[in-house]
């Protein structure tokens, strides 16, 4: 976590001048400036209501996307939900309380009040602008829950929340437009980010990479047109198999190394100068320890892929 508290040289405010139609009435504020801690959000619209897909972080972010919202929606109603509970996505949702409805799955609500303030102690440390970000949050909880997958029909509209997690975290979650075969994925996957493992044990070990891989697949079976990624650039189904490539063989290569003897600080020795070394262009390579040490916490088993070297 070291490197990402020294890499935050910017403030993590969302960036509205960026937003973008990327098809009819689908919108995002994407991450243009490649700032750690600024998600890509989506504003999806229907002839009735129109949903918001993660918030920001911090009050003052969700307050800029819910204006930014509220205009898009010019009267229609609004909907929340959040690709996932971490900060950046979903720590600003009190903006949203009594403006819309928020909608999780069941695992979501219940990781973010389980997990919400540890974390929020946590990224305050993360250096000035971020607790700056933060300050002021408070945790609310959903109007409603779903469980497994739900379909809102935002009129003319048809968007799928399917629950996905444990990967990620507990709870994540794709937001599936089946007509337009875009899938707002969260930090499943990132574009040029090291995938983001946040494994800390003992505090939170709840990220799985063999179930990650797997939901990976399960992203890719939906033959997705457009992937808008949790950070870093939107683009098309290659970013999810670079994702699963990338788990996939980290996985293999920490099994194999562990089933030789090799100790587990040996082997993130090993392994992580060559793993970093292969994407010179990603951020965060600190996330290639704790991948790591969470492969060699749980082995790897997620099956038989093409993948396979
Ligand atoms: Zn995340």
Known sequence: MDELQSTQDSAPIVDLAGICEIADGVWIIPDSHRIPLVPNIGIVEGKRSVLVIDTGMGPKNAEMVLNAATKIANG??????????????GFGHQAFAGKATIFYNRKQRDELRAKGPGYLAMFRGFG???AKCLVGVEFVDPDLVYDGSATIELGGREVELIEMGP?????????????????????????RVFPI???FPPDDADVNGNKWIKVLRRIMALKPKTVITGHGEIGGPELVE?????????GQQVERLK???????DIVAQLGPMIRNKHPDWREPNWVESGIRCFYSTGYN???TETTQ
């Open 76 to 89: 229609r109603q609004l909907l929340l939900t959040i690709t996932h509970f971490h900060p950046e996505h």
């Open 128 to 130: 000035e602008n971020v």
């Open 167 to 191: 990967a990620h975290s507990l709870g994540d979650q794709v937001v599936w437009l089946p007509k337009e075969r875009i899938v707002f994925v969260g930090d499943l996957v990132e574009t």
């Open 197 to 199: 493992v946040p494994y």
């Open 242 to 250: 670079i994702a699963e490539r990338y788990l996939t063989e980290m």
């Open 259 to 265: 089933n030789s003897g090799v100790s587990e600080d």
């Open 302 to 304: 997620a099956g038989a």
